[in-house]
C-alpha cells in the first residue's frame, strides 16, 4: 500500500498540514519537527505523489500515444521517436493500441481526455471513408493539443507531421519508368487509407507527366495483408497482358508479392520489377534487394514530440501546423528492366 | 485548455462547493440550480479530471510497462497482449522504452512510482552480472505490484511470468541430436541474459543424456545482435573441426546466421543445421524454414496482465508468484541431419 501524508503526520505525532508545508517548503515549521517528519518520510519510504501535485495544476507530466499495430515495427519505431524526446522533456507517455477500431481510437481519446495530459500523438487507423460525426465529434472537442502523426484524419484539419505520399507515389512509378518500363501497374491498400490515395495519386501523376496511359486494370486492390497481396500476384501472373513493373503501396503487401513469386519460381526484377514502401530489415539479410520509399518512422515520431512540445509551449494555439516530410527512395536493383 | 470546476462555477453563478455537490451527486442543490449546472457542463464540454478522482483513492488506473526495444515485434506482442487484457479491466498503460540501459530501467521505475499506479508489467534488459545496489533497491523498495515477464531480475525474488529456457534449450539440442547430430554447437547471447544461460544449461543437459561430450569451442558467444552472429558464422566455417548443427539463442542472431551461410552459398540443414528461438514471420514468406522454439509472447503479456489483476484485487500478498510457461517447438526442417 502507498505511503499517504496521513501516514507520515501520525508517524511523525504533526498535522497533515504539517507535514505538507515540510514537503512544499512553504510556512514556519519548528526545525525539530521538521527533523521528526524528515526521517518519517525516509523511514516509511515515502513519494511524494505526482498526482497530488499535477491536481494543483491541473494537468500530468503526461502525453497520450494511440497506434493501430504496436506489433508492426513501422508503429514500435514511432513510439521509440516520440518516446526518445518525451524523456528529454520529462514527458511520461500513456499508451492505447486500437488494432485499427475505430471505436478503441474514440474510447482511447475519450479516455485520455479524462487523464488531463498535455497531448495526443497519433496515428489513426487505416481510416474513415465515410463522415463519422462521433468521431470527428470526438476529435473536435478534445481541447487538447493533438498531433497525427504518419496518417490524416479525413473531415477535420489537424496538426501533423506527415510524408508526402503524391511524391512517393510519383518517384516510385518514376524510377521504373526511366528503367525503361511502360506498363507499370500498382497494388493498392484500402482505399479508406489516404497515404494509399495519394501514392495513387502520384503514380498516376507520373505516367502522364511520361505520355504513359493509365491502364484500370494494372491497379490492383490489396488490403495491406500478405495473403490478400499473394493472391493478387498469383492472378496477375494468368494474365496475358501484364506490367512488367509494380509499385507496391506497404512493407506487408511486398511480402505477399515475393512470397507468391518465389513459390513459381519467378525472378525479381526479371519476371516482375518491384517497388515497395517502407523498409524491410529482414530482405537484405537474406539476399532479396528490394528498392523501396522510405519514410523513416523514427524521424515522424521525433518531429511529431517536439511539434508537441512547441505547441504546449507556445502562448499562440490558433493555427494548425502541418509538417510533410518527403520520402527518401533507397535503390537495390530490384527496378531493372531486364 | 481545461475546463475546470471552477469554470463551470463562474458560468452557473454558484459556488464550487455546488458544482462538486452535483458532480458527485451528494447533499442537497435545488432542483433549478442542478438544471444551470449541468447546462453548463454541456456547454463548456466538461470532463470530471481522473486526477481529481484518483486523488481521493490514492491511485490511479494505470499500470507501467516498461520494455528494452520497443522496436521489436516479440515487445510489441506482448505489450499487444497486457493492453488487451488491460482494456477488459479498463486500465490503461504508462509505458517506457529503456534500450536496454538500466539507468533508464531505474528512472522509468522512479517516475512510475511517483505517479501511484496500480502496478507493474517489466521486461528487464539484458540484465545485470555483477549486483547493483541502486537496481535492486529501486525494486525492492516499490512498494508497487510488479510482475515481471519473460526475464528475471537476478539477486531478488519477483512475481513474473517466464518462460522455461532450460526445457527450451534441452528440447531444441536434443531435437537435433535425434536427428542423428553429434557435432552441435550453441550460440549463445550475452551471458548476463538470464534466458540465455538458462537455455545453454539446457543444451549441457540434452547432451549428458545422451553421453555426448560437452566441447567448449562449440560454444559461440554472441551478443543478440545480427552482426556478432554473422562473424561468428563466417568464422566458424573457417575451422576444421566444426559442428553439423547448431542451436541459436535469438531470432536476430538466426538472422546474422542465415546471412553468412546464405552470402557463401551454403545450404541449410546440408551445411549447417539449425534450430532457432523465437518466431520470424518473414523467413517463411521468402521460403527459409527453420525450426524454431516458439515463446508466444502475447500469451506472456495476457498471462501477466491477468496475474497482475489478481494481486490487486487479493488481499494476502505476501507470496511470491512465479508462472513458468513452456516452450513449444515448431518444426520446419532446418534441423535434419543430411
Given at each position: 500500500m502507498s505511503v499517504t501524508i496521513n501516514d507520515i503526520a501520525k508517524r511523525a505525532k504533526v498535522s497533515s498540514a504539517t507535514v505538507s508545508r515540510v514537503l512544499n517548503n512553504s510556512g514556519y515549521v519548528k526545525e525539530e519537527t521538521r527533523q521528526r517528519i524528515v526521517v518519517a518520510i525516509k523511514e516509511m519510504n515515502y513519494t511524494p505523489s505526482a498526482i497530488a501535485r499535477s491536481l494543483s495544476k491541473c494537468e500530468t507530466n503526461t502525453i497520450g500515444v494511440i497506434v493501430?499495430?504496436?506489433?508492426n515495427a513501422y508503429f514500435g519505431e514511432i513510439i521509440k521517436g516520440v518516446s526518445e524526446r518525451a524523456e528529454r522533456n520529462n514527458l511520461n507517455i500513456i499508451l492505447f493500441n486500437t488494432d485499427n477500431y475505430l471505436e478503441k481510437e474514440v474510447r482511447a481519446l475519450k479516455l485520455l481526455k479524462e487523464q488531463r495530459i498535455k497531448g495526443i500523438i497519433m496515428t489513426p487507423g487505416f481510416g474513415e471513408e465515410k463522415f463519422n460525426e462521433n468521431y470527428i465529434k470526438t476529435i473536435n472537442t478534445l481541447n487538447i493539443p493533438i498531433i497525427l502523426v504518419s496518417a490524416d484524419v479525413k473531415f477535420t484539419k489537424l496538426n501533423g507531421v506527415f510524408v508526402d505520399n503524391i511524391k512517393g507515389g510519383f518517384e516510385a512509378t518514376n524510377l521504373l519508368i526511366k528503367e525503361g518500363h511502360t506498363k507499370i501497374g500498382i497494388m493498392t491498400g484500402l482505399l479508406s487509407s489516404e497515404p494509399v490515395m495519394d501514392r495513387l495519386e502520384g503514380y498516376k501523376k507520373a505516367l502522364k507527366e511520361n505520355d504513359i496511359d493509365f491502364c484500370n486494370k494494372y491497379v490492383l486492390y490489396g488490403d495491406f495483408k500478405i495473403d490478400k497481396a499473394y493472391e493478387l500476384t498469383k492472378k496477375l501472373f494468368e494474365e496475358k497482358d501484364r506490367p512488367t513493373a509494380l509499385v507496391v503501396c506497404s512493407n506487408m503487401m511486398t511480402m505477399g508479392v515475393i512470397k507468391a513469386l518465389k513459390e513459381d519460381n519467378k525472378d525479381i526484377p526479371r519476371d516482375l520489377a518491384i517497388v515497395g514502401f517502407d523498409?524491410?530489415?529482414f530482405l537484405d539479410i537474406v539476399g532479396l534487394n528490394i528498392t523501396y520509399m522510405e519514410d523513416c518512422p523514427i524521424e515522424l515520431g521525433r518531429a511529431s514530440m517536439d511539434m508537441l512540445v512547441d505547441i504546449i509551449s507556445s502562448t499562440e494555439d490558433d493555427c494548425v501546423r502541418r509538417m510533410i516530410i518527403a520520402p527518401q527512395i533507397v535503390v537495390k536493383g530490384s527496378e531493372k528492366k531486364i
Open positions: 493501430p499495430d504496436i506489433t523498409k524491410i530489415d
